[in-house]
């Protein structure tokens, strides 16, 4: 069993910058690809970023290709998501989540509590 919680979300101007955790307790961890999703008000939890085991291998989607960074910290369990230029669009609760396995997936078999994202004019 892994249990994942999230934090360091809030309430960021346009422009501005936040960076989400999530630290993850229970056994093999550092066995996972990690991933980090997002569900804005009245729209479908979409894929954000994700990174395999090592930390070598990320994905992103396009709308947040080049302003969003996932890395990790398999010492500290820890996942983070760096998001710059943040935009209106970019507001939405944000999950991280736990693959199956070291490899990159898009199937995940953790999920945390999410933490929301504000982002306002």
């Known amino acids: 069993q892994v249990q994942l919680v999230e934090s360091g979300g809030g309430l960021v101007q346009a422009g501005g910058s936040l960076r989400l955790s999530c630290v993850a307790s229970?056994?093999?961890?550092?066995?996972?690809?990690m991933g980090w999703f997002r569900r804005a008000p009245g729209k479908e939890r979409e894929f954000v970023a994700g990174s395999n085991l090592s930390g070598m291998r990320t994905d992103y989607a396009d709308s947040v290709q080049g302003r969003f960074t996932i890395s990790r910290d398999n010492a500290k369990n820890a996942v983070y998501l760096q998001m710059n230029s943040l935009g209106l669009e970019d507001t939405a609760v944000y999950y991280c989540a736990a693959g199956p396995l070291e490899g990159l997936t898009t199937s995940w078999d953790y999920w945390g509590q999410g933490t929301q994202v504000t982002v306002s004019s």
């Open positions: 229970g056994r093999t961890f550092s066995g996972r690809a």
